[in-house]
């Protein structure tokens, strides 16, 4: 394999992103707005980083690995493009990486057809005088699923990286913020979502003889944006890549993408940098 994928390497990822010009130009979905907008959840995450589940449904052993190996790379792919935008915005990385509404943005707007958007939706749950412990998967019992596959085990794992401590100090508010991104392999179709996910635990009531958390009122609130991933086109590429490893093969597709696919990179990166500087 060379060092550089030329056209004639990947004749079948040409052809999709020759499809793909003027049907999802990023110059005309900045800021995600064409995805719903910026949805209710902002600020930026609680953890450094997205939290990212798996859920194999009816895809073979075969077909699950070649694919959820492409799906890596597309999200390395976003976080390069964030972390670049960063450095144009004068921004730190770490701090960039944050951003929810930059990784939305950066999927929506993403410039390569490996999955177009589908649809968006929000929801809130709320509950007064909320029985509260430091067990981080209580969230089991307060995020509303509505049908999102893997969307409790992304909370719970994020909640888990924050080291337990979801109560507040009594008479004040915390907030907490995570992302995550989550696909689901079926056999004919690959779904990935990406979520916002902020939990307000407010007024907090404490025992102070045996020093526990009796109860909070905490109210809880999602966004997420559904993406169709085309499977074919990913196991065609997955067997370009071979065994290579994930960050090496992001970085060959944006050099691919910017020699070929130049003017809508530029403006994704474009888009990406302006809406960090704005926070």
């Not at 060379?2 to 040409?14: G, R, Y």
Request: glycine share 6%.
């Amino acid at each position: 394999m060379s060092d550089s994928f030329t056209k004639e390497d990947l004749p079948f990822l040409v052809e999709a992103m020759e499809k793909m010009s003027g049907i999802h130009d990023p110059m005309t979905l900045a800021a995600g707005e064409s995805a719903g907008g910026k949805g209710k959840v902002s600020g930026d995450m609680s953890i450094p980083k997205p939290l990212e589940v798996d859920v194999n449904g009816t895809m073979s052993a075969e077909d699950y690995k070649a694919c959820a190996m492409v799906m890596a790379v597309c999200q390395n792919m976003v976080q390069k493009s964030i972390t670049d935008a960063a450095k144009a915005a004068g921004i730190e990385a770490a701090d960039a990486l944050k951003n929810m509404q930059a990784w939305v943005q950066g999927y929506v707007d993403f410039p390569f057809p490996f999955f177009n958007f589908k649809d968006t939706q929000s929801s809130d749950y709320k509950k007064d005088d909320f029985s509260l412990t430091a067990d981080p998967d209580v969230v089991a019992e307060i995020v509303n699923i509505k049908d999102v596959d893997g969307l409790k085990d992304a909370v719970v794992g994020a909640l888990k990286k924050s080291g337990g401590n979801l109560a507040s100090y009594e008479g004040t508010d915390r907030k907490f913020n995570y992302f995550g991104v989550i696909t689901a392999y079926k056999e004919t179709e690959i779904a990935t979502r990406v979520i916002k996910f902020q939990m307000n635990l407010k007024t907090t009531k404490v025992d102070s003889l045996c020093v526990h958390y009796t109860q909070t009122n905490l109210d809880t609130t999602y966004d997420t944006y559904q993406f169709v991933a085309d499977k074919d086109l990913m196991i065609k590429m997955q067997a370009k890549m071979g065994d290579q490893l994930v960050e090496y093969m992001a970085d060959k597709l944006l050099e691919f993408v910017k020699a070929f696919y130049d003017k809508q990179l530029a403006k994704y990166q474009e888009n990406l940098a302006d809406l960090l500087k704005k926070k």
